[in-house]
């Protein structure tokens, strides 16, 4: 069977292979010519883990091209482009009417449009009065995804359930013959009306992000009271009626998903004016959490300094202060391990907050660096966390990548000026540094 794909992006490009692994064909579209050259010579513009791979095992089922026109043969086209916050806030539909406006005006109702971009609680609305607006006869149904950066080829072949919304009854056949599209993976199937599926899609990203908020609020408690974070979410995950996943202590959440959609269904239910006072928290939450990261680190400095005193630590704000002057080596720029994505990256706030402390900040990632300096130019970045490590008074651990967890701390030890290491992620080991003369402090006492 033969797809249509319309966005080249990290949805569309994972959806495609996916889709190519299922025996599809699958012609991608998108807009950026240099994209789509890059992609023809198997070469994918983000980094996900198995995605070259992909590219080149499925080559002769997949196709690239600038050239919006629908394949003859085509009975489905799927539509990944993306949501961004715009001048009309979180999840700017600009990109996906636009799209799927290009395809009302070629296909007929043989045809079905499956909308996998994120949608705002007032994109289903949007969808049926412009299939109206431009006399369309296509069925639209919409398909979100719920991929993880990192894990997206496992979890498009592993999901833990298949959802389908139809905007009108007339096209909820479609979204019920849609579900052919996975044929092959075994998963729950939902299909519901497509303002269902919007907010499906919302609450379970914000749901997400309240739990790795929750975590890590229990993290800061952890550190004032001497009690060990990663033992109370292993018990608390014990409890079926709450599970471990997502309640691991961090920097606090990121990525192109959590935060935008953190926020934009808080202002979605602000602007309904229905209270919603956990939801709106979220966000904030986020925010408050990487604060008192720069804190502690401050705190930490003043305390190997001897310089506790006078810098007056127990506050957050004096442990901030602490930061004036100060070299900070971050380890890691990428929101997560295991992909260069730094969207709302957390290290890339931190490193913003430590800056606006007075610390002299130098970063360091194995994937992410490139992109780290588009987004933040003001960013010092050198290639290994031995260089970052040049005359620091602290180093920073912000992203789980593997290659962190077996570092040659004596090495960096000799390179630093001061001894402290901060661990946000719990990867560090602990008799390595300490053997290395250096003093660990880890968020949540892990």
């Known amino acids: 069977m033969h797809q249509f794909l319309v966005g080249a992006g990290h949805v569309g490009l994972v959806t495609a292979v996916g889709m190519a692994r299922l025996g599809h064909r699958v012609t991608v579209a998108d807009i950026d010519a240099a994209r789509i050259g890059r992609l023809r010579e198997g070469v994918p513009p983000i980094f996900e883990p198995g995605l070259t791979e992909g590219l080149r095992e499925y080559a002769s089922q997949l196709s690239f091209t600038t050239d919006l026109t629908v394949p003859t043969d085509a009975s489905f086209s ?36 499956v909308v996998r971009s994120t949608l705002p609680m007032v994109g289903p609305d949007r969808l049926v009065a412009l299939r109206r607006e431009r006399g369309g006869t296509a069925s639209i149904v919409t398909n979100p995804e719920f991929m993880r950066e990192g894990s997206g080829l496992l979890d498009f072949e592993q999901p833990g359930r298949v959802v389908f919304g139809f905007l009108e009854q007339r096209d909820e056949p479609a979204a019920e013959a849609a579900l052919a599209l996975y044929a092959g993976i075994d998963a729950p199937a939902v299909v519901a009306d497509a303002r269902s599926v919007a907010l499906i899609k919302l609450a379970t990203n914000v749901f997400l992000a309240t739990k790795i908020a929750y975590a890590n609020e229990l993290a800061r408690l952890a550190d004032v009271f001497g009690a060990n974070v990663a033992v109370v979410a292993d018990a608390l995950g014990m409890d079926p009626r709450i599970g471990r996943a997502f309640l ?35 966000a904030p939450s986020n925010r408050v959490h990487q604060a008192s990261i720069a804190a502690e680190l401050g705190r930490l400095i003043a305390l190997d300094t001897g310089s506790a005193g006078s810098a007056g630590v127990g506050a957050a704000g004096n442990g901030a202060a602490a930061l004036a002057g100060r070299r900070v080596a ?85 390179r630093m000026r001061g001894r402290v290491v901060y661990d946000t992620r719990a990867i560090v080991d602990r008799a390595a540094v300490e053997a290395a003369g250096l003093r660990l402090g880890s968020l949540g006492g892990r």
């Open 78 to 113: 799927l539509v990944a482009v993306s949501t961004p916050t715009g001048p009309d806030g979180p999840l700017s539909m600009v990109h996906v009417e636009a799209a799927v406006a290009s395809l009302l005006d070629q296909v007929g109702p043989e045809h079905t449009i």
């Open 248 to 282: 691991t202590a961090g920097p606090g959440f990121g990525g192109s998903c959590l935060p935008e959609q953190a926020v934009a269904l808080a202002e979605i239910a602000a602007a309904t004016g229905v209270p919603t006072p956990l939801i709106a928290s979220v």
């Open 330 to 414: 971050v380890l890691g720029l990428a929101f997560k391990a295991n992909t260069d994505d730094v969207r709302e990256s957390p290290a890339l706030l931190l490193v913003a907050l430590l800056r606006a402390a007075g610390a002299e900040v130098v970063g360091t990632d194995p994937r992410a660096i490139a992109r780290a300096v588009l987004a933040d130019p003001l960013l010092v970045a050198v290639p290994t966390p031995e260089e970052a490590a040049d005359g620091a008074d602290a180093v920073l651990v912000v992203t789980e990548w593997a290659d962190y967890r077996n570092l040659d701390w004596a090495a960096l030890a000799a």
